[in-house]
């Protein structure tokens, strides 16, 4: 039962504004010691080389700090709370998931779209993907909006409950570790080629398996999704994204990705679902019902899974 707690927490709570400007959030602490790591070893004037081996121990710092501190955590709880220690894991998992906050911001792109309202459209789509924002038409910010909710339940919501089903307090915060790093430094561009490549790599490794039952699970939920996922998940740069956005595409009927800009460069990315329709503001309206039921679903596999523990 400790996964469907943990998924309810996160639905009911997310993770509240007032507690973050307390004591903020826990990956901040992966964060800062990312931030560090890469100020001691990705100073400009070291080869590429030292900079890699570099990105290499950063990796390995935060997978010993994010599997000791859960372990330690989750043996103290066992210790204290006997058969009832499922629920504090429960409680100490909570803050790795992000079904409610993922939900929380995309909802604000789908009503600013439902009312025409482009500009704060993109303001709002911009909080939450990294390419260029101020020049997309209506059609743009559907995509990215609805983009980021594909791969977003895979990297906030799947992956971390799969890593915490693996294994343990020391599973699902070693996820958000690499995932952290990914994010900040994963980068193929400078200055973060060398120093992120090992982050970059081993999220890929992470996110294998939650990838493909994210997109399973939004295919399930959105019948109609299969036949791209077939066809175009191996479309997308990453060997992850691919699926669950293949999944969407599918399932709502629109075609995704293709170009897209970023710091004023415009990379010529394929399209995903490229005999599909434009994205619209109902597609994103119907993506998010889509993330609902399929995160329902989960809720519904973390039930048996408890069940069958």
Not at 143 to 166: K, Q, T
Not at 188 to 207: K, M, Q, V
Request: glycine share 12%; charged share 15%.
């Amino acid at each position: 039962m400790v996964e469907l707690l943990a998924l309810i927490l996160d639905a009911a709570l997310g993770w509240p504004a007032w507690l973050y400007a307390r004591i903020g959030h826990p990956v901040g602490a992966f964060a800062r010691i990312i931030a560090a790591c890469e100020r001691r070893w990705n100073r400009r004037g070291l080869g590429d080389g030292r900079r890699r081996m570099g990105g290499v121990a950063t990796l390995l710092i935060l997978l010993l700090a994010a599997t000791l501190g859960g372990w330690l955590i989750q043996s103290a709880l066992h210790r204290l709370m006997g058969a009832w220690a499922w629920a504090g894991i429960a409680l100490a998992a909570w803050p790795a998931l992000a079904q409610r906050s993922l939900f929380d911001h995309v909802l604000p792109v789908v009503k600013a779209l439902k009312t025409g309202d482009l500009p704060t459209a993109r303001q709002a789509v911009g909080h939450i993907v990294g390419r260029d924002t101020a020049s997309l038409d209506e059609a743009g910010v559907a995509r990215a909006a609805i983009e980021s909710l594909a791969e977003s339940f895979c990297d906030g919501v799947v992956a971390p409950l799969f890593w915490l089903v693996v294994g343990g307090l020391p599973g699902i915060w070693a996820y958000k570790a690499v995932n952290t790093a990914d994010s900040m430094i994963g980068h193929r561009e400078e200055p973060f080629a060398a120093f992120g490549w090992a982050a970059a790599r081993f999220d890929d490794l992470l996110n294998l398996a939650p990838a493909r039952l994210s997109a399973i699970l939004l295919c399930v939920a959105g019948p109609g999704g299969w036949r791209v996922l077939r066809r175009d998940h191996a479309l997308h740069a990453s060997p992850n994204a691919g699926w669950p956005e293949a999944a969407m595409a599918g399932a709502l009927g629109v075609r995704l990705a293709g170009p897209v800009q970023y710091d004023g460069v415009r990379h010529d990315k394929a399209w995903i679902g490229g005999d599909g329709g434009e994205a619209t503001p109902a597609a994103t309206s119907a993506a998010l019902a889509l993330y609902v039921r399929a995160c329902l679903l989960l809720w519904l596999a973390a039930a048996m899974i408890g069940g069958i523990g």
